[in-house]
Structure formats: C-alpha cells, structure tokens
C-alpha cells in the first residue's frame, strides 16, 4: 500500500534552516506530481510546494517563495523540502502528498520556529 513518511522536522531558531525529508513506497514514485502541505494549529491544510513527476516544474506558496526549494530523487523514492530563512509563521505540521486516485497524506512532522 502506499506509504510516505515524512522527517526532519524540528525546532529552529527564526532565520534557520531545515531539510524536511518525505520517504515512500507503495507506488511508482517517478510517475507523480508531488505535494509538500503545512496545518499550523487552529488553521486549515495549506499547499506550500508541488512538483511534476519529473522534477522539472515546480511551485510554491507565495509566503514560502524563494527561501523554500522542493525537489525529488526518482531512484531514492524520495521528496524533499529544503527551508530557508525560516519565520515563525513558518511553524506548522508538515506534510507530503500525493495524488493517487485519492489523495495520500504521510503522519506529518513537526516544525517549529521560535527563539
């Protein structure tokens, strides 16, 4: 069955950076567009980055834009999100997704950015 798992998450001071990591399995990675989400508490899910199967097209969160990078590796199976500059409305559970017939979420991980 499809399974992501996401990692990397963490406290950061603001103006840190973060690796995020998203493993999966279950389905054939390098065929999907993937989906990197964030929930901060008391708000809904929000899209902060996509990504053609290919890994050549790419898009962000106007908020997110320019100190995140979302990329791919189609031999690890894995997705990635590189954070940046990071703030402390950066703070939310992070999540990757994919769209499979239906949409599959991973259990989400932490970030958190405060001094």
């Known amino acids: 069955q499809v399974q992501l798992v996401e990692s990397g998450g963490g406290l950061v001071q603001p103006g840190g950076s973060l690796r995020l990591s998203c493993a999966t399995s279950g389905f054939t990675f390098s065929s999907y567009g993937m989906r990197w989400y964030r929930q901060a508490p008391g708000k809904e899910r929000e899209l902060v980055a996509s990504?053609?199967?290919?890994?050549?097209?790419?898009n962000y969160a106007g908020s997110v834009k320019g100190r995140f990078t979302i990329s791919r590796d189609n031999v690890k199976n894995t997705l990635y999100l590189q954070m940046n500059s990071l703030k402390p409305e950066d703070t939310a559970v992070y999540y990757c997704?994919?769209?499979?017939?239906?949409?599959?979420w991973g259990q989400g991980t932490q970030v958190t950015v405060s001094s």
């Open positions: 997704n994919v769209l499979r017939m239906v949409n599959y």
């Open positions: 990504i053609a199967s290919g890994g050549g097209n790419t």
